[in-house]
């Protein structure tokens, strides 16, 4: 019973971090940020009885716009598949951070307590099988909306994304093999040491991972799918209302999936350069266990959201800088350039390990 | 082995790209033939924003043209101001004063320059560079800023008159343009540094849309498009007028003919109309900015008002209009996107008997399947965009 209430606890607080805190606000700290690099002010309209709040009430009037628009299905279109392809979109987005850990082990009243929802010894693979089926909602609400423009913007994004999701699976071996886990509460323990950080032990493929996780996610420069100078919305043109609400939704939690992603598995998770958890504990020493590890948990898990707040803001920067690949392009820089340097990085990782060991 | 394609129903699709499409800004619709992504065929549909501009002119006075012509190419209306007054002042035969020449000229370099600033910032927002658009945005506004100090209008200007010009420049412009155009130089260092050596911009623009020398002059190319081919025309060079022939600039060409030429040869051309205005406003003579002939350009207002010749003069410019000679008369300037031509017609009656202008987009535009079939259709927006068609001056 308990168990069962702190999985609760768990699943409540990412569930409603990601759904109430980064979902919404995150459309306002995109308007925000592209505000702050293209010298605007930025979303300020939307105000309660005079107050804007510096914008702050903008995700609320957006919420309350697509409630009460049309919920539109072209004719012609295939009225289940249209209808279930959003879904199919937004549960993988949720789904992956089941096993993202947001903070270490700690010793609450006796009782081991592991910062993460499910804890699988095979975390990454999960990742994997999960995000892939994302992918489905895309092609599905392309091909669907019996409009060509979708039907060409499924298809762009059925090409990338699986080419994508080659090169994004190899780019981590080199991880998994330095880390010797698969399992992601592990990959973060073993970061404990500043210099022990998958980048430093893995540069090359945090590069890489980080361009393939955004090519995934199908954001800029790796738009194409969407490209709405080209295809004008590509995939969920034919969506209105709550279901266009639901693929933009998806496209947000992924942001969040993938900076969490990053800081688990390259920037040191929920640690903190050179302070070790030992270390903020011995300084705790005065006060009981419980309560000395509650404030370590609290310290911990501020960390590694911050860091995972860094890569959100640094994957907003890329989006507003860098204008858009072309389909083609694409496919090369994944096949061509992405997947041989990640098979290197495989091979170059395996050598150096059979040399140190 | 069977032939793994001889089961496959492949067939073209045919698409409608616009003429409300976000690409085809300036309402132009493509009837684009797809064989997977590749454009096999292309058409292009003009005419979606045929107002009649020169059977408008007809019903008025000559000086009634001013405000359709700002409509011509709306992102530089004085250009094509200018280009109608000459054409207007080479068939009265009048010489206008050297002042006028000289604001003619910096206001022309000023809408030259927002127009290049538009073209590239919107070709950089189609490829998905937001920031660029708006960095020039921004610059765009401070030059209409200048704009709007000198006439009242940013966007639709109607400052040029025939035999002159609505009213001398206002004080301290010289400071103002110096200190706008610092700030243009730094937006210019911005979008220079965020395009011009980005790799995923480069991979857009380089081959994308070239065309050959040869082939873009027998198509009639003008403009930065010509110029991107390596051909040196510019009508402000092979046809020097106003005051172009005594000013030091230079005229910048490309090699290729692609999209990437096309966008250097305007940002080029950016630094040479700064480097023109400033020239001017150095060497700007002091006098008179209207030409003193009462039936050409209108007296002046208080002239009008406490003397009788000045009033009957004013009476008969306005009801009865400026009265051309018989003849015909065609006049180039070089525009935003090329040579912008008009040939007019008078039977030496108050009213323009024909009024045709040769826009420059409309020879280029014709270009776009011979640009494009063969390639992608994500390769239709770069291209489109460095073509700038204007629907206004297009479909006129």
Redesign the interface.
Known sequence: MEDFLITTAKVLFIFGLNMGVFAPLLTWVERKQ?AL????IGANRADILGFSMIGLFHPIADAIKMLAKEDFIPEGANKIMHTLSPIICVVPALLTFAVIPFGGEYVIGGKHIKLVIADLDVGLIFIFAISSLATYGTVIAGWSSNN??SL?GSLRASAQMISYEVAMGFTLVGVFMVYGSLQLTQIGAAQESFFRWGIFLQPLGFFMFLACAIAENKR??F??AE??????AGYFLEYSGLKFGMFYMAEFLEIVTISAMVTTLFFGAWHIPFISSALILSMLSFLNETLANIILMLIHISVFWVKVIFFIWFQMTIR??????????IMKLGWKILLPLSLANILVTGIVILILQ | MTDLTENLHSEH?V?NMGPS???THGTVEFLVTLDG?TIVNMDVEIGYLHRGFEKQCENGTWSQAFPYTDRLNYNSAILNNVGYALAVEKMLDVKIPDRCKYIRVITSELARMTDHYTNIGAG?????????F??FV?ARELLWDLLEKVCGARLTSNYIRIGGVKNDLPPNFKEDVKSAFIKCRDLYNDVDK??TK?R??L??MRDVGGITSDEAIAYGFTGPCLRACGVEYDVRKAHPYLIYDQIDFEIPTGSTGDNFDRYLVRMEELNQSMRIVEQCLDKMPKGPVNIDDPIVRLPAKDHVYTKMEALIDHFIVVTEGIKPPKGEVYFPVEGGNGEVGFYLVSNGSGKPVKCRVRPPCFAITQAMPRLCIGS??????PTFDQINLIGGECDR
């Open positions: 592209s690099m293209q010298d605007r060509n423009w060409l800029a420069p738009d194409v490209g709405e100078s080209e295809i004008i507003w800088t860098l204008p858009r690949f072309r389909y083609d392009q | 699709m698409l499409h976000p690409a992504e950089a927002l189609e490829l998905g560079g937001f920031s660029a708006l960095y921004e965020l395009l980005n995923i911009f991979d857009r992608l259709l994500a390769d239709i927006i």
